[in-house]
């Protein structure tokens, strides 16, 4: 599960383990707050006499939780990829052990500090919760500082969320610029950075431009370099990376991204000579995309496991340590503790032992997908798993299919569980799973983390390899699965190509082995349908034995995972003929008095 993070010194597990559970609450994006969230933070308190605080995106996702003393809380500092003319995006919900809900100095100071979109106070008595009360930033005075706009106490149940979303609205528009004021979701301006070894006349970037878009981020500009590889030391020759620096300047840029995962030293020495300015590698892009876009228990430990794997060899150049961050009743807040080689290898520790935590979580769940499987196995039912380049189209074909409503976006890794819809094929039923997508350079301890999911690959009976037929960089991006496929153990499995978004198609050289649709306008389904059935027909003898009286157990199952086409009960045996897997063949035959 997510870490709950500050002081929990002397708490019982069970305690904790009841907070964990808040980052699970499901809090609709309309609502600013649920009774249910209010109730677990203030029975935290109430059992503790310690601060509990939750912090809230906008998307309704609890970012963090925290818990403290009465006068603060930490808490890893969150990115914040909003300019300091915006607001952060974060809301902060957190209870005062004193039953008060009034905003201290503390909490107006953080909300001005961070630029939070609001800060609540839940005043806790007796465990309960008895109000919340809000602030949100006014407007800015002359000397550039905020007053607060104060609203409540409310009953619990009684939240204005509406009101409280409007002036929160409101409030990022005041205290922007006039410069600044463009689009509502307006977020960090990027340049991206890339090496560009084949020298041909195509766009090097275009991939990790839709991959940063993805992840929300304004491309003002892009930098490559002719390399036959990276620098060791600084990724782009030194000459190269002092342009940068005017680039950054001249676009005003607030991140650099760079299209290869970026080792330790070489963030060291790129940070050194951007200055503030925010970096991140490919790798940690991809992560930070899996992260916002994960929405079930198992996505956010097989993303955590990632980031946990990706940032421990990595910390002297990323990690930001615990800061300060407001909530409480008095007392300093908003100052960030010091940092020092003791309290790295203490922090390194503690990441271990969270990695620790989570590969056992992760091999729970993969318990857990094999107790699945066996179900499954045990219905007889051909599974047939979807694979494929990170939007290709198949989720939006599996829609197509199961006429199910799977979430299809036009960004890449929309989808990261997996998900299964029964599909009547006309001779019978297939059990469709639809996966994460692939991507060039895909991070192995992405594909380690998200191998229980992606196992769904190596059990299926049959892939479905689906293809963006329309683009530029088909051949590449089949390569992609391919060596992805091989790395999971499943490349031997049969495969059925599937060239997807053939409505768009600017050319029509395809392979010959392969099925042309559109998952969009139904263009070549019934044929996909009748090509998946004939695949698993393929799959499957036709055999004819005489079986033992008592072997009533076989025939029910060959009745349920073959097709039989007679059985006669005879004094000598039971004489069957089906049409039945290779395995299930093996085993007849095994038992069979004859085979004819």
């Known amino acids: 599960m997510p870490t709950v993070h500050g002081n929990t010194t002397g708490i019982r597990q069970t305690h904790i383990e009841r907070l964990e559970s808040v980052y699970d609450m499901e809090i609709d994006r309309k609502q600013?707050?649920?009774?249910?969230?209010?109730?677990?933070?203030?029975?935290?308190?109430?059992?503790?006499?310690?601060?509990?605080?939750?912090?809230?995106?906008?998307?309704?996702?609890?970012?963090?939780?925290?818990?403290?003393?009465?006068?603060?809380?930490?808490?890893?500092?969150?990115?914040?990829?909003?300019?300091?003319?915006?607001?952060?995006?974060?809301?902060?919900?957190?209870?005062?052990?004193?039953?008060?809900?009034?905003?201290?100095?503390v909490d107006i100071q953080a909300l001005k500090s961070l630029r939070l979109d609001a800060m609540a106070a839940v005043g806790v008595v007796e465990g309960k919760p008895s109000a919340i009360q809000i602030g949100i930033l006014g407007k800015a005075a002359a000397d550039g500082d905020f007053s607060v706009i104060g609203f409540g106490p409310y009953d619990i149940h009684a939240v204005p969320d509406r009101a409280l979303w409007a002036e929160i609205r409101s409030a990022d528009a005041r205290i922007r610029p006039d410069v600044s004021k463009k689009a509502e979701a307006e977020i960090a301006r990027a340049i991206l950075v890339g090496i560009d070894g084949k020298q041909e006349d195509h766009d090097p970037l275009k991939e990790l431009s839709q991959l940063a878009d993805t992840a929300g981020f304004i491309t003002v500009g892009s930098v490559t370099q002719p390399r036959s590889k990276p620098d060791n030391g600084y990724y782009l020759g030194y000459g190269k990376l002092q342009d940068l620096v005017l680039t950054i300047q001249a676009l005003r840029a607030d991140v650099v991204i760079f299209d290869d995962e970026l080792s330790p030293a070489q963030i060291r020495n790129i940070q050194k000579e951007l200055g503030k300015t925010e970096i991140m590698d490919r790798t940690s892009l991809i992560l930070d995309i899996f992260s916002n876009r994960a929405s079930t228990h198992e996505g956010r430990l097989q993303v955590e496991l990632a980031q946990t794997k990706y940032l421990l060899p990595r910390m002297t150049g990323y990690w930001t340590h615990m800061s300060r961050m407001g909530g409480g009743g008095s007392g300093g807040g908003g100052a960030r503790r010091g940092e020092g080689e003791t309290q790295l290898e203490v922090d390194r520790r503690l990441l271990r032992k969270r990695l620790h935590e989570l590969e056992k979580e992760i091999d729970k769940v993969k318990s857990r997908r094999g107790v699945q499987r066996m179900a499954r196995e045990r219905s007889h039912i051909p599974v047939a798993a979807f694979v494929g380049y990170t939007n290709a189209g198949k989720s939006t074909l599996m829609n197509c299919l199961s006429g199910s409503d799977v979430l299809a976006e036009d960004k890449l890794f929309a989808t990261l569980d997996p998900i299964s819809r029964r599909v009547n094929l006309g001779s019978g039923e297939v059990l469709l799973v639809d996966t994460v997508g692939f991507i060039n350079k895909l991070p192995h301890d992405l594909v380690d983390a998200f191998r229980a999911t992606l196992e769904e690959t190596r059990t299926a009976d049959l892939l479905l390899h689906v293809v963006d037929a329309s683009s530029g960089n088909r051949a590449l991006q089949m390569e992609v699965v391919r060596e992805v496929l091989d790395q999971l153990g499943a490349g031997n499995k049969p495969v059925l190509t599937v060239y997807n978004k053939c409505d768009i198609l600017s050319d029509t050289i395809l392979e010959k082995d392969g099925v042309a649709v559109s998952a969009l306008t139904g263009m070549g389904i019934d044929a996909l349908k009748k090509a998946v059935a004939r695949e698993l027909s393929a799959m499957r003898t036709e055999l004819s034995v005489l079986l033992p009286l008592d072997s009533g157990a076989i025939v029910s199952r060959l009745y349920a995972s073959g097709h039989v086409s007679s059985c006669v009960y005879t004094e000598s045996g039971i004489q069957i003929s089906a049409a039945v897997s290779l395995e299930d063949a093996s085993r007849l035959r095994a038992s069979a008095i004859k085979v004819y």
């Open 32 to 105: 600013f707050c649920t009774a249910e969230l209010l109730e677990s933070l203030a029975s935290f308190t109430g059992a503790t006499g310690r601060e509990a605080m939750a912090y809230i995106d906008r998307s309704g996702r609890v970012a963090a939780v925290a818990v403290g003393e009465q006068d603060r809380a930490t808490l890893p500092a969150l990115r914040k990829r909003r300019s300091e003319s915006r607001l952060s995006g974060l809301r902060c919900i957190h209870t005062h052990p004193g039953g008060d809900p009034s905003l201290s100095t």
